[in-house]
């Protein structure tokens, strides 16, 4: 196709051009926006971000590549990483599914592709269909950010009907996590138990939620300074580029979850030529990123809440914690009050037993469990089950934590004024007290983080030749109008909504009516009908929730028998990377 020219761009006395057409040799790398200054590095950092935002803006419009950021030594070389060298997983269920684990060396900072290189952990299972039938590689995130994704390798055995037997399967951990090098962690025991409340009803608590947030930011700089400001959306974007460059591809397929579908938009805004086929489940609303997308989260975080309590009500023969679905709220948080003033087993207080019950905000999965831990509680003043949830939820130290504050605390800009934080947090408890303060301070690092916050980027999807889209009507973790949002921008995009349904991210899960249109889509690139209007093109019906029966202990018989397709290993990986 030949070179057109369709525009350009004067920026810093220089004049770029963008091209329609085949990629060029001017390309911008995403190092380029955080370059090192003896002096005046923060603000230099922050306009060459600036910068890069509006060329990525003015390229995407034009249909082209986006010309290159620059500041004072002009274009920054390209990039081009050594292959991987694949051996054996020390993983054990990597090993016996037949996969091969290896590093990629990338540039800390691709502004200086010759400077310092870390290590990005990388696994591979190759495809088993005949030659022929080979459909390229299938990079999946589990999202987070801050999930380790090396394992989801292990994603094309739950595709139905063998349709992922065509792809290599590649799962990775991001950089600074999990058996990447190096890894980021700040304060190892820092979701220890007896931490203080959350909802901020009175001067101390707020003083000490505010010194807990400071402090924790603090530990992060002084942990690694130099990491700290590398990671980011569009850093890892740089990284799978490198990535499909190292296995020798000219594009790639991708499947993300949850935070790992705006992973997917930002490498498709940026490499729409490059991206295949694409699979986004749980799709992150764009406009939203991240402080708005949180107070979003906290009103649909109470209503899932609201649910699982009208189910535990209509459950009350199994666990005799109320007859409806107010009485069993009320129960939750009489329950919350007392663990404030006296924590149960001296360990789980009113901030450990609100973790506990989010998780069920994120699905039906474990709703008997956390019931079970409830009820053992209220009846037997029993606090063990909530605790063995709670240490469960926490058992691998801070690493996720750290690598999700540095990538949200630095994708877009945070409010720095705590009035404001105050403010929004107070108006949207009032309607929604489950979670919000909860969440308030579980981003608060972000008000003192270190690092220079970006500008956030527009997505566009216009140059992307299909995308299957994913999204449950309840989904709390991401919302469903940020599902509507993206079809919108990727107009060749085909979503498919699950009425009434409340997990978070829960495609390739034994539910057909989802499973096999992802199947049809990875086999021949068939997507649903796209239809007119602001909707679903397809609709499906949720998984159903679980029947705990008419006994206490029935539903921990049940929790033996698996409800879906999806192997443990993969729910493993999908759930570390949630909070």
Request: glycine residues 10%; contains cysteine; aromatic residues 8%.
């Amino acid at each position: 196709m030949p070179i057109t020219l369709v525009g350009s761009l004067r920026t810093e006395g220089r004049t770029w051009t963008s091209f329609a057409g085949r990629n060029t040799k001017l390309r911008w790398t995403v190092g380029e926006q955080r370059q090192h200054h003896e002096s005046g590095r923060a603000s230099e950092r922050k306009r060459v971000r600036k910068n890069l935002a509006v060329t990525l803006i003015v390229g995407v419009l034009a249909g082209g590549p986006v010309p290159p950021a620059t500041g004072a030594t002009g274009v920054a070389p390209e990039f081009e990483p050594a292959p991987i060298r694949w051996g054996q997983c020390g993983d054990g269920k990597l090993r016996r599914a037949g996969a091969e684990c290896g590093f990629l060396r990338v540039p800390l900072d691709y502004a200086r592709p010759n400077g310092r290189k870390i290590s990005l952990a990388v696994s591979r299972i190759e495809h088993t269909s005949p030659e022929a039938e080979y459909q390229g590689l299938m990079l999946v995130n589990p999202g987070g950010p801050g999930g380790s994704g090396r394992k989801l390798s292990l994603l094309g055995g739950a595709v139905p009907g063998a349709a992922g037997s065509t792809y290599d399967w590649i799962g990775f951990d991001p950089r600074g996590v999990g058996a990447s090098r190096p890894a980021l962690s700040c304060e190892p025991d820092h979701f220890s138990t007896d931490r203080p409340a959350y909802v901020p009803d009175g001067e101390g608590v707020e003083r000490k939620r505010l010194r807990r947030g400071a402090d924790y930011a603090t530990a992060c700089a002084r942990a690694a300074p130099e990491l700290l400001e590398h990671l980011s959306t569009t850093e890892t974007v740089e990284d799978m580029e490198s990535l499909r460059k190292a296995l020798g591809r000219e594009r790639i397929n991708y499947y993300g979850f949850s935070y790992g579908t705006y992973l997917g938009q930002v490498y498709a805004t940026r490499y729409p030529r490059r991206v295949r086929r694409l699979v986004l489940d749980g799709v992150v609303d764009p406009r939203k990123v991240w402080y708005r997308s949180n107070l979003e989260q906290d009103l649909a975080f109470d209503r899932v809440f609201a649910r699982y309590t009208d189910w535990i009500a209509e459950h009350h023969s199994a666990y005799h914690l109320g007859r409806t679905g107010e009485e069993v709220r009320r129960r939750y948080y009489q329950r919350l009050t007392e663990l404030d003033r006296a924590p149960a087993g001296g360990v789980i207080g009113s901030a450990e037993w609100t973790d506990i019950f989010l998780r069920a905000g994120y699905g039906t999965r474990g709703w008997e469990r956390i019931a079970e831990a409830f009820a053992a509680l209220v009846h037997e003043h029993d606090p063990e089950p909530a605790k063995r949830l709670y240490e469960a939820a926490h058992s691998q130290g801070d690493n996720s934590y750290a690598v999700y504050l540095a990538i949200e605390c630095t994708d877009a800009e945070w409010p720095k004024r705590w009035s404001t934080w105050r403010t929004d947090h107070w108006r949207v408890y009032a309607r929604a007290p489950f979670e919000t303060w909860g969440n308030a301070w579980y981003n608060a690092p972000c008000r003192t983080w270190s690092a220079p916050a970006g500008d956030r980027l527009r997505v566009s999807g216009d140059d992307v030749s299909g995308a299957l889209l994913i999204n449950q009507e309840f989904d709390a973790a991401t919302p469903y109008s940020g599902a509507l949002e993206v079809r919108r921008r990727f107009p060749e995009s085909a979503l498919i909504g699950v009425r009434s349904g409340v997990t978070h991210s829960g495609s390739l899960s034994g539910n057909a009516c989802v499973d096999d249109r992802i199947a049809a889509y990875l086999a021949d690139g068939e997507l649903p009908e796209r239809k007119r209007g602001d909707r679903a093109d397809v609709v499906c019906a949720p998984l159903p929730a679980p029947d705990p029966g008419s006994e206490p202990n029935s539903g921990a018989k049940r929790r033996s028998e698996p409800r879906t397709t999806q192997p443990t290993v993969l729910r493993t990986a999908l759930r570390s990377a949630r909070r």
